[in-house]
């Protein structure tokens, strides 16, 4: 059964770092990977999708990369800002569903 | 762009009450997935549906149950609803089957059974 973990579980820092949240599965047979961010009893939504032959996929100031053969994805955020204050959920793709890990709850103060 | 819309957002019931969710996932979508988040918890997979066939099973109780229709939306049918039944509940939707698809998520149902 796939395991998800995430760390950290929460993290806070100032506005303006560059931070990177961790994530990693112990059943490398993915078929991709995906982090999303959750405001406060909101849904979920999609940040990237890495596909299982991918290394790294970019959007605007986040990065994730996967290293399927370790089982570790990271998400990189530059420059934080604090509407980027949220919980982060890493999701690892398998054949029919996603396997959500606990994610990383973030507050980026001003 | 058209997203998961799901439906009722708010739902209060009694304990022993039935409680009925509907997911109506994105336009061209063939499936359809269930999951199930209670406070402060990672979102728990209950089912999901190919083509208006199930295709998988999570972590469903036997008192739930769901189908996808011939319009691709699908329903959650919760019965002799217990306190634990209250969370968020999201439908998600994603283009092809086996993992390879994007999955969206609507914005919850939130079930609060008292």
């Known amino acids: 059964k796939q395991e998800v973990t995430q760390i950290p579980a929460a993290l806070s820092v100032p506005e303006g770092e560059n931070l990177v949240l961790n994530c990693s599965f112990t059943?490398?047979?993915?078929?991709?990977l995906q982090w999303f961010r959750q405001d406060p009893g909101k849904g979920l939504t999609s940040l990237l999708l890495?596909?299982?032959?991918?290394r790294e996929q970019t959007s605007g100031r986040l990065n994730a990369s996967l290293d399927k053969s370790s089982g570790r994805s990271t998400l990189y955020i530059a420059a934080s800002q604090p509407g980027d204050s949220a919980t982060y959920l890493c999701?690892?793709?398998?054949?029919?569903?996603?396997?959500f890990g606990k994610g990383t709850m973030l507050l980026v103060s001003p | 762009a058209a997203g998961v819309i799901q439906s009722p957002r708010h739902l209060i019931k009694e304990k022993r009450e039935t409680a009925t969710l509907k997911c109506y996932p994105i336009?061209?979508?063939?499936?359809v997935y269930w999951y199930q988040q209670g406070p402060g918890q990672d979102p728990q997979f209950l089912i999901s549906?190919?083509?208006?066939?199930?295709?998988d099973k999570g972590s469903i109780p036997d008192r739930f149950s769901a189908q996808q229709f011939s319009d691709y939306h699908s329903e959650l049918n919760m019965s002799s609803l217990e306190l634990g039944d209250s969370a968020l509940y999201f439908c998600?939707?994603?283009?092809?089957?086996?993992?390879?698809?994007?999955?969206?998520f609507g914005e919850g149902s939130r079930l609060t059974v008292l």
């Open positions: 998600a939707s994603s283009l092809s089957y086996a993992g390879t698809g994007e999955l969206f």
């Open positions: 059943d490398s047979a993915i078929y991709n």
């Open positions: 890495i596909q299982s032959s991918q």
């Open positions: 999701a690892v793709g398998g054949y029919s569903t996603l396997t």
């Open positions: 336009p061209r979508h063939d499936t």
């Open positions: 549906f190919y083509e208006k066939m199930q295709s």
